[in-house]
């Protein structure tokens, strides 16, 4: 039994790159003049573009997929888990650990919002579906 699979690999490969791609953006576009709210909205977004880019061509190689339907789901469940779980998480371990360090609450919110987007991309946004045989057609193994 392995205990990391190559696409839980690819999964972290993608997650460094739209984070650099979000970062990166995001110093650029403060140094160039823009407020950081509108820097950190076009950042973030780049980052998530990315990722559900490579997520379902590279990570999850779900190209037969509705892209539409994957779309929303991704942007959905992203958004719940950097706006919902990550929040949750770093309230609860900061009120569980009270005087820990600022880091300390956000990275086991990351951690856990790792886990989500990972669970629910590969179960949910990207799975595969078995094709559906064709109406009338008979059985592969009737002959």
């Known amino acids: 039994m392995r205990l990391v699979t190559a696409t839980q690999v690819r999964f972290g490969i993608v997650g460094i790159g739209n984070t650099l791609v979000d970062a990166l953006g995001y110093a650029l576009l403060v140094t160039l003049g823009l407020p950081q709210f509108v820097a950190n909205l076009i950042s973030t977004t780049a980052g998530m573009l990315l990722s559900f880019a490579l997520n379902r061509s590279f990570t999850f190689r779900a190209k037969d997929g509705d892209v539409r339907r ?3 789901l991704f942007f959905g469940v992203t958004a719940f888990g ?5 929040f949750a998480v770093i309230r609860l371990v900061g009120h569980l650990f009270p005087g820990v360090g600022l880091l300390v609450p956000k990275g086991a ?3 856990v919002g790792l886990c989500w987007n990972y669970l629910l991309y590969h179960y949910v946004v990207f799975r595969h579906r078995p094709a559906s045989p064709v109406p009338g057609a008979a059985p592969a193994d009737s002959a």
């Open 70 to 72: 994957q779309a929303l």
């Open 82 to 86: 950097l706006w919902v779980i990550q």
């Open 109 to 111: 919110a990351i951690v």
